[in-house]
């Protein structure tokens, strides 16, 4: 079975950089704490270590992020380097014009957005998502809760307004620009029943099913994964699912436990193999340029 993961960050020496303020001694202190290997400087040995990776663990292709402004160059030299095993989104703020430029580059198929980090609702970003529109690129909202480890390990103050973080914000924008591919990360990451809603309202919008999926802890108790990838069959169907992994750092690399989970679930589902191959590869190959 071809291995699509539409969901990681790539995490380059800039992402480290820029949050640690160029604080090297900072950053090893967080390095040795956590067990994390710092990126080296050179892009191209970075990704080749992503290649690698993903050669020994079976993945054909790799969705990645910019997860910063600052790291937009670095991964756009990845994604000119990696052959076409790679695609990449940019993180790109609304509300600050010059990280807007990133939707207009070709190298990169979409955007991140992180209303609840930038203080935005999706429907005010109708000039961006005109722009996407126009390309027809992809937007990765990120809904629900959210938490960024490094900046909490680095002391950095925690920006995040969940007020901004309801899927149901996408409805509106999803319905105004139906050529623009929405992904919703991690199943809502904790907004589930309002994900369900924006599914059964809007076509253009998806789910992926990265990360670990520990939201499931703010749901009804007795909640699992399995419920929660047979609920989203039944409303997003297998052909608006995507996997995604939410894989980032080294030395863990590529999460292959993550897909053995969730193909063990949609085999406990009796999903058939022709659609876990659309939610493991098709749907993605599909949506990607």
């Not at 991140?112 to 999706?122: E, I, Q, R, Y």
């Not at 990120?142 to 680095?154: I, P, W």
């Not at 950095?156 to 924008?173: E, K």
């Not at 039944?234 to 030395?251: A, Q, Y």
Request: charged share 20%.
């Amino acid at each position: 079975m071809d291995i699509v993961d539409i969901h990681s960050h790539f995490f380059s020496r800039p992402f480290f950089d820029t949050l640690s303020g160029g604080d090297d001694a900072k950053l090893e202190a967080v390095a040795s704490q956590t067990g994390i290997e710092l990126p080296p400087h050179e892009v191209a040995s970075h990704l080749a270590r992503w290649l690698a990776d993903l050669d020994a663990k079976g993945v054909d292709h790799l969705l990645t992020f910019a997860s910063l402004p600052e790291e937009v160059p670095a991964v756009k030299e990845a994604v000119g380097l990696a052959g076409g095993r790679l695609s990449a989104c940019a993180l790109v703020n609304p509300k600050a014009p010059p990280t807007v430029q990133a939707a207009l580059d070709p190298a990169f198929c979409g955007v991140l957005l992180f209303p609840a980090m930038h203080h935005f609702h999706v429907g005010e970003a109708d000039d961006l998502l005109g722009t996407l529109e126009a390309r027809g690129a992809l937007a990765f909202v990120h809904c629900g809760l959210l938490v960024v480890k490094l900046r909490d390990l680095l002391g950095l103050p925690r920006p995040y307004d969940l007020s901004y973080a309801n899927p149901l914000d996408v409805i509106p924008a999803a319905n105004r620009h139906p050529n623009v591919r929405f992904v919703i990360p991690h199943f809502g990451a904790g907004f589930f029943r309002e994900t369900l809603m924006v599914g059964t309202q809007c076509e253009n919008v998806y789910v992926d099913t990265s990360s670990t999926n520990s939201w499931i802890r703010t749901q009804s108790r007795g909640t699992t994964l399995g419920d929660v990838f047979a609920r989203a069959l039944d409303v997003f169907g297998p052909e608006r699912i995507l996997f995604g992994t939410d894989s980032s750092v080294f030395p863990a690399g590529w999460r292959k436990e993550r897909l053995d989970e969730q193909r063990a679930i949609l085999d406990d589902l009796g999903l058939p193999r022709v659609e876990q191959e659309k939610i493991f590869a098709g749907n993605a190959r599909a949506i990607l340029p």
